[in-house]
């Protein structure tokens, strides 16, 4: 298939309109991120549980760009088949993400991302620390997963699911950065904050000077703002990223 091509009528309606739409919305991550230069030609992953089914979840094409995603190229795959790149999909991808989608039923979609900032907090002992506001939406909702080389082992995932918990986010040691959300714009969003946050942490580091860490009570505090706000009129940017994506190539939407 042509991954410029456009969805045939068949192929469109022989799925629901909550799958199409959620199609649409995991190819609009896939482009987000590699707009914003997340991306690793084909590699790292971003995920989307197929609405009404909740055993079955979308990735992109092994041999995909991150720009070449579609929302009819997306590949539909069960979460507790044992897949490798023969099926079409990235074997540690489908690993990690399928794991996720099948122990966090809470969780629709995860993006994951193997970015040189990302990285290098990542293989930092202390971690993420709360020293700007882009920090406090994950305060005591990070988890960190040591590394154990890439994720094909099935076995692995329980072990990430723990590391996990119910946070809304996952440092992997030494390896990468990984958001999970109840629909596309939470995971993205989360992502974009984590991404930041990493950024100003090491260039404060860097400078040597001492940074101000904010005080418990109030990173707990604005962690809340920022649930309730992500949860109302937060989601009013969505539809504005969609715009953004629609002026520079509306092609994810075939």
Same mark, same amino acid.
């Given at each position: 298939?042509?991954?410029?091509?456009?969805?045939?009528?068949?192929?469109?309606?022989?799925?629901?309109?909550?799958?199409?739409?959620?199609?649409?919305?995991?190819?609009?991550?896939?482009?987000?991120?590699?707009?914003?230069?997340?991306?690793?030609?084909?590699?790292?992953?971003?995920?989307?549980?197929?609405?009404?089914?909740?055993?079955?979840?979308?990735?992109?094409?092994?041999?995909?760009?991150?720009?070449?995603?579609?929302?009819?190229?997306?590949?539909?795959?069960?979460?507790?088949?044992?897949?490798?790149?023969?099926? *079409?999909? &990235? #074997?540690?991808?489908?690993?990690?993400?399928? =794991?996720? $989608?099948?122990?966090?039923?809470?969780?629709?979609? @995860?993006?994951?991302?193997?970015?040189?900032?990302?990285?290098?907090?990542?293989?930092?002992?202390?971690?993420?620390?709360?020293?700007?506001?882009?920090?406090?939406?994950?305060?005591?909702?990070?988890?960190?997963?040591?590394?154990?080389?890439?994720?094909?082992?099935?076995?692995?995932?329980?072990?990430?699911?723990?590391?996990? *918990?119910? &946070? #809304?986010?996952?440092?992997?040691?030494?390896? =990468?950065? $990984?958001?999970?959300?109840?629909?596309?714009?939470? @995971?993205?969003?989360?992502?974009?904050?984590?991404?930041?946050?990493?950024?100003?942490?090491?260039?404060?580091?860097?400078?040597?000077?001492?940074?101000?860490?904010?005080?418990?009570?109030?990173?707990?505090?604005?962690?809340?703002?920022?649930?309730?706000?992500?949860?109302?009129?937060?989601?009013?940017?969505?539809?504005?990223?969609?715009?953004?994506?629609?002026?520079?190539?509306?092609?994810?939407?075939?």
């Amino acid at each position: 298939m042509n991954v410029h091509s456009k969805p045939s009528t068949d192929a469109k309606a022989a799925m629901s309109p909550e799958e199409w739409q959620a199609r649409v919305d995991l190819a609009a991550v896939y482009r987000l991120c590699a707009k914003n230069g997340w991306d690793d030609l084909i590699y790292n992953h971003c995920s989307m549980r197929v609405p009404g089914e909740p055993d079955m979840f979308l990735m992109k094409q092994h041999e995909l760009l991150w720009t070449e995603v579609t929302a009819s190229n997306l590949r539909k795959v069960n979460m507790n088949d044992d897949l490798d790149e023969k099926s *079409g999909v &990235n #074997r540690p991808g489908f690993t990690l993400h399928g =794991g996720v $989608l099948k122990g966090r039923a809470d969780v629709n979609c @995860a993006v994951h991302v193997h970015t040189e900032t990302g990285m290098a907090l990542a293989g930092m002992r202390d971690g993420l620390k709360m020293v700007s506001q882009q920090a406090l939406r994950f305060y005591q909702r990070v988890g960190y997963h040591p590394y154990e080389g890439i994720t094909e082992d099935f076995s692995e995932r329980e072990r990430i699911l723990t590391h996990l *918990g119910q &946070n #809304r986010a996952l440092i992997l040691n030494n390896h =990468g950065l $990984l958001t999970v959300g109840k629909n596309a714009r939470e @995971a993205f969003i989360l992502m974009k904050y984590l991404m930041s946050a990493a950024t100003i942490q090491l260039q404060m580091e860097s400078t040597g000077r001492e940074v101000i860490e904010i005080p418990p009570a109030t990173c707990e505090k604005v962690a809340a703002q920022y649930q309730s706000h992500d949860a109302g009129r937060g989601a009013a940017d969505w539809p504005a990223y969609l715009r953004l994506l629609d002026s520079i190539d509306p092609s994810y939407r075939t």
